[in-house]
């Protein structure tokens, strides 16, 4: 075990193991089946973007690897519901038990709590966590480049296609980059964490952002903490953000995301 995220996908594939014992995917299936709560994660994204407006993706987390836990009080719902007075245009919800304290129960009930699109953040390595992101809820799923080849990259996004459910690619520097424009997702997020190190900079998104086509939406992810980090975005022509660590910290995440907005 090299880094973090060689360790984190190792957990992976035994909770993913025990997860096909407890439940099929023919049982997925008909979940899927009950579940027609379907939100526009891009379009919200998009209409946003289109008006050169900011689109905040608000995330609830409560611990990280890098940080531990985030947030001691911690109640999915209520977030979810500060986010949405907040102004945030979708919301990412942690479901990694392990290292992020989160659950995929959250999905569900996020959504029960509030009618915001929300973007299922776990580390996608199987077609069956494609079935469970639907049967759970979720409007759009994660991919990480640096946890997949490119041919699996494609088979999971082509099933979420199937399945009626958004992708955002997520890179981090250039070689990922590459194959995440490889994709047929519009969402392209580049995460200023080193997911190996942990360690952030902004200056990952400016460096990359010359190579990411007009036709794509650039989603900037960790580091935002202020206004001035997000004016440095919009000055290159960025108006998307996945922010989550901002927000966790304080009492009331969407009074913390609505002040950032107006400033």
Same mark, same amino acid.
């Given at each position: 075990?090299?880094?973090?995220?060689?360790?984190?996908?190792?957990?992976?594939?035994?909770?993913?193991?025990?997860?096909?014992?407890?439940?099929?995917?023919?049982? =997925?299936?008909?979940?899927?089946?009950?579940?027609?709560?379907?939100?526009?994660?891009?379009? !919200?994204?998009?209409?946003?973007?289109?008006?050169?407006?900011?689109?905040?993706?608000?995330?609830?987390?409560?611990? !990280?690897? !890098?940080?531990?836990?985030?947030?001691?009080?911690?109640?999915?719902? /209520?977030?979810?519901?500060?986010?949405?007075?907040?102004?945030?245009?979708?919301?990412?919800?942690?479901?990694?038990?392990?290292?992020?304290?989160?659950?995929?129960?959250?999905?569900?009930? &996020?959504?029960?709590?509030?009618?915001?699109?929300?973007?299922?953040?776990?580390?996608?390595?199987?077609?069956? /966590?494609?079935?469970?992101?639907?049967?759970?809820?979720?409007?759009?799923?994660?991919?990480? &480049?640096?946890?997949?080849? =490119?041919?699996?990259?494609?088979?999971?996004? !082509? =099933?979420?296609?199937?399945?009626?459910?958004?992708?955002?690619?997520?890179?981090?520097?250039?070689?990922?980059?590459?194959?995440?424009?490889?994709?047929?997702?519009?969402?392209?997020? &580049?995460?200023?964490?080193? =997911?190996?190190?942990?360690? &952030? %900079?902004?200056?990952?998104?400016?460096?990359?952002?010359?190579?990411?086509?007009?036709?794509?939406?650039?989603?900037?992810?960790?580091?935002?903490?202020?206004?001035?980090?997000?004016?440095?975005?919009? /000055?290159?022509?960025?108006?998307?953000?996945?922010?989550?660590?901002?927000?966790?910290?304080?009492?009331?995440?969407?009074? %913390?995301?609505?002040?950032?907005?107006?400033?």
């Amino acid at each position: 075990m090299t880094n973090i995220l060689d360790k984190i996908l190792i957990t992976k594939k035994e909770e993913i193991a025990t997860s096909k014992l407890a439940k099929s995917i023919h049982d =997925l299936e008909n979940d899927i089946r009950n579940n027609n709560d379907r939100r526009p994660f891009i379009e !919200s994204i998009e209409d946003k973007f289109i008006d050169n407006d900011i689109a905040i993706i608000a995330e609830i987390k409560k611990a !990280s690897p !890098s940080k531990g836990i985030i947030r001691a009080n911690f109640n999915p719902d /209520q977030i979810a519901k500060s986010y949405e007075n907040g102004g945030a245009t979708c919301l990412s919800v942690l479901t990694d038990k392990d290292y992020f304290h989160g659950n995929p129960s959250y999905i569900k009930l &996020v959504k029960n709590h509030c009618k915001l699109p929300v973007l299922r953040k776990d580390f996608m390595i199987d077609h069956y /966590q494609i079935f469970e992101s639907k049967a759970l809820g979720a409007d759009c799923i994660l991919l990480i &480049v640096a946890a997949l080849e =490119l041919n699996q990259m494609k088979e999971l996004e !082509s =099933l979420a296609a199937d399945l009626d459910m958004d992708v955002l690619v997520e890179s981090h520097d250039e070689h990922e980059l590459e194959k995440a424009l490889q994709l047929n997702t519009k969402l392209i997020g &580049v995460n200023n964490r080193n =997911l190996k190190t942990f360690d &952030v %900079s902004l200056q990952t998104t400016l460096n990359l952002l010359k190579e990411i086509p007009n036709d794509k939406i650039t989603v900037t992810e960790s580091g935002i903490f202020t206004s001035q980090d997000i004016n440095l975005m919009k /000055q290159h022509g960025i108006y998307s953000f996945l922010v989550g660590e901002a927000f966790m910290r304080d009492d009331d995440p969407g009074k %913390s995301l609505k002040q950032l907005l107006v400033n």
